[in-house]
């Protein structure tokens, strides 16, 4: 399992966010690069970036922090946030990220996820961002009826072969995992599953794991020192030593 280390950016700062609310702001680093160098120190392979302002407005204003993280770090990135058009899509492959990740514009416009996986193959994930079992889009302010497990199997169908699950509720928090969504998520959709939300200890890791999901984003438990990330990685690897 892979470890993905985030780096959600708004204004310019590594910030962490609450559920998603733009208004439980805690910033972590006035430079994301510093929090990239953190990650790749640890022994990150990945980091997961999420321009929020880009999710939330769909302007993407912080090209810039994105842009010195490419330049300064030789690990695989991945982008989401405000990639709601093609052009937006191949803007983002020529900064030279790995794996652009639709969210938003997945729900409203499907067959953008259809073009891009045609154009970039397995470079293209999508987010799926559940609250009780339903989408939300655009920051995850607006909450819709869709289904989360449906959707995940349409775009599987529909040759995706990555998709993160997020369990808004939990993100943040560190309360733990959505365990139950995530196994039946990984056990009846036919593509790689990444998860994120709740991870606080690394037992939370471990169940992860087990579940058979291909990656976990790990946010606020890294930046608040719950969990460190050499052990994360080790346990993902299943390379811990039980006793």
């Known amino acids: 399992m892979i470890v993905y280390p985030a780096i959600d950016i708004r204004g310019g700062n590594a910030v962490r966010l609450v559920e998603g609310d733009y208004n439980q702001e805690t910033v972590f680093d006035a430079d994301p690069a510093d929090a990239a160098r953190r990650w790749v120190e640890g022994g990150a392979e990945w980091i997961h970036l999420v321009d929020l302002d880009g999710a939330r407005d769909g302007i993407r204003t912080n090209i810039g922090a994105i842009q010195r993280i490419r330049d300064e770090t030789a690990v695989k990135l991945e982008l989401g946030g405000g990639l709601r058009t093609m052009q937006d899509i191949d803007e983002v492959a020529d900064l030279g990220i790995d794996r652009m990740i639709i969210g938003s514009a997945a ?36 909450q819709t009826d869709v289904d989360a497990l449906e959707a995940a199997r349409r775009f599987a169908e529909s040759g995706v ?9 939990r993100d943040g928090k560190l309360i733990g995992p959505n365990i139950d969504a995530l196994r039946v998520m990984v056990e009846t959709v036919p593509t790689d599953i990444i998860a994120s939300g709740g991870v606080g ?3 939370d ?38 006793e």
């Open 107 to 142: 729900i409203a416009n499907p067959s953008l996820v259809t073009d891009a996986v045609s154009k970039y193959g397995d470079r293209i994930a999508v987010g799926l961002d559940a609250r009780d079992g339903k989408l939300a889009a655009h920051g995850w302010i607006d």
């Open 201 to 203: 200890t690394l037992n």
């Open 161 to 169: 072969a990555h998709i993160i699950f997020t369990d808004i509720h």
């Open 205 to 242: 890791v471990r169940e992860i794991r087990d579940t058979g999901a291909a990656g976990v984003i790990i946010g606020a438990a890294l930046y608040r020192g719950t969990v460190e990330l050499p052990e994360v990685i080790r346990i993902a690897t299943a390379e811990e030593i039980v």
